[in-house]
């Protein structure tokens, strides 16, 4: 398998040229045009005698389109090969202030959470910054027609894949996407989603991000948690609120609680009455998830009526809540679906 040039720093470039036996300029040349979403073979105002050099040991994005779904709603879905021919996925949506793509940091997951298709197979193993990178790359060039225009605008980081169980690549690519001489895309801009693994949520904030922060959290009680999550067997919910109000204090951001409504388990007005309290005291907001049907997990969605009347309990107490729109249902919205179903048939 070839190294990606994506996993590079800009000062890997100018080693990189100088082992080339190429001048420093090139490096910066090389850099732009990888980091713009460019293959190796469009790098023009480099010569083709120094293409094909860096083609023997290098690609540029190791990312590639395999299948694409546009559900009726405007919400597009992509099946992305990597080298290794593993498959993830990623979603896009849009909104009236832009594009936001949902990218996955792992291939599989290991987090066994009950409601959730991405953990069918396990962890297969962690993407790289590179791999993370291309593929906003990849579908950023399929939307806009060239790999120069920018059609993403908004990265959350909750695809297949639990991100903080892969920090290190992670968080290198976030200081790629953010950096001004690629992407440029402002942490404001940027969300990660995680089942709730405390030390990394604090080593995020001391690690000088300040991006949003979203709890997947799916029940107001360890007792609940327990059953549906196994990562609440290692961090209680006291140890997981108390590190979300230090990545507040150390961020200021306000943080998101992501409630999947799973009907007879954590959808009760008493839960909602435990899920308020657990959450008050410092700028949070509930963001209530009507339950993707996973057939291999056996679990029933809240109905409709039941999702608003929970709302409204958790309104009562004094919480900040709302209800997501359900987008790309139609073309299996719900992260891991969709891989499984390519892998099972190929």
Known sequence: MKKCLLDLHREDFDALAEKLGQPKYRAGQIYSAVFSGLQIDEITNISKQLREKLKEEYVANPVTIYKKFESKDGTLKYALKLQDDEIIECVVLSYKYGRTICLSTQVGCRMGCAFCA????????????????????????DISGGATEREITNIVLMGSGEPLDNYENVTDFLRKVTSPDTLGISQRNISLSTCGLVPKIKQLADDGFSITLTISLHAPNDETRKQIMKVANAYDLKSLIDATKYYFKKTGRRVVFEYAMISGVNDSFE???????????YPTHINLIPLNSVKEKNLIATNK???????????????????RRSLGADIEGACGQLRNKLLKNS
């Open 271 to 281: 839960h909602a009455k435990q899920l308020a309290k657990l959450v008050s005291g």
């Open 305 to 323: 009526k039941q999702i608003y009347a929970f709302k409204d309990k958790l309104e009562e107490y004094g919480a900040s809540a709302s209800i």
């Open 118 to 141: 991405s953990g069918l197979n396990g962890l297969i193993r962690n993407l790289s910054s590179g791999e993370i990178l291309g593929e906003i790359l990849a579908v950023n060039r």
